[in-house]
């Protein structure tokens, strides 16, 4: 199974940034979409923050409305990675971020969805 692990996360001020990293076990190249889940605290769920979905050489982005403009997705498949990017950063923006990647196809055809442990980001007003 690929393992995903999470980095780059921390305290930081509002209007700071950081860089969040998310390395795979194994190839990325055809795993479709890649992105990031939050969780607030309080929050029963987590909701999706940014995706990348590549399909050949063409690849589109997704972001949460609350991040566009702020925050960007991105992934490296020579380095099997993920990254997201966050700029600008608000105190709503505090939650452990969880890097997910999907379809990861099994050796018997069957497909899942990969999850990171998450990393945690603390913005301080």
């Known amino acids: 199974q690929v393992q995903l692990v999470e980095s780059g996360g921390g305290l930081v001020q509002t209007g700071g940034s950081l860089r969040l990293s998310c390395a795979a076990s194994a190839s990325i190249d055809n795993i479709r979409t890649v992105g990031w889940y939050r969780q607030a605290p309080g929050k029963a769920r987590a909701e999706l923050v940014a995706r990348i979905t590549s399909i050949s050489s063409v690849s589109n982005t997704t972001y949460t409305e609350a991040v566009k403009g702020r925050f960007i997705v991105s992934r490296d498949n020579a380095k099997n990675s993920v990254y997201l990017q966050m700029n600008s950063l608000k105190p709503e923006d505090t939650g452990v971020y969880y890097c997910?990647?999907?379809?990861?196809?099994?050796?018997?055809?069957?497909?899942?969805?990969?999850w990171g442990q998450g990393t945690q980001v603390t913005v301080s007003s």
């Open positions: 997910y990647a999907e379809p990861i196809r099994l050796a018997n055809g069957q497909t899942y969805t990969g």
